[in-house]
Nanobody, 120 residues
Framework: QLQLVESGGGLVQPGGSLRLSCEAS????????LGWFRQAPGKEREGVSC???????NYADSVKGRFTVSRDNAKKTVYLQMNSLKPEDTAIYYC??????????????WGQGTQVTVSS
């Protein structure tokens, strides 16, 4: 069974940090592009960051300089390091795997999401 499972979400104060992880099972990530998306209450899902199979990265303007995406193919895991978190970063975060690194929703596999709440 092909799955992506996110972890690492939680409650953090403004200015704090979290690292999200997304582990694949049932397939390897080596040849996949990977993306992170988020969906806040009442809003559409938006692309946050992506990383290609050769390590090229891209970020939404709202998170540039604060978030860093990375991958460890040996561990079949993609990470999202989130620093200087703001209340507007509160959302459910999803990882996805597909053929092309893009901030649009053109991915084949999706995780179930992990909640990130930024609040004092």
């Amino acid at each position: 069974q092909l799955q992506l499972v996110e972890s690492g979400g939680g409650l953090v104060q403004p200015g704090g940090s979290l690292r999200l992880s997304c582990e694949a099972s049932g397939f390897t990530l080596d040849h996949y592009a990977l993306g992170w998306f988020r969906q806040a209450p009442g809003k559409e899902r938006e692309g946050v960051s992506c990383i290609s199979s050769n390590g090229d990265t891209n970020y939404a303007d709202s998170v540039k300089g604060r978030f860093t995406v990375s991958r460890d193919n040996a561990k079949k895991t993609v990470y999202l390091q989130m620093n200087s978190l703001k209340p507007e970063d509160t959302a459910i975060y999803y990882c996805a795997a597909g053929p092309i690194a893009t901030l649009f929703h053109e991915y084949d596999f999706w995780g179930q999401g992990t909640q990130v709440t930024v609040s004092s």
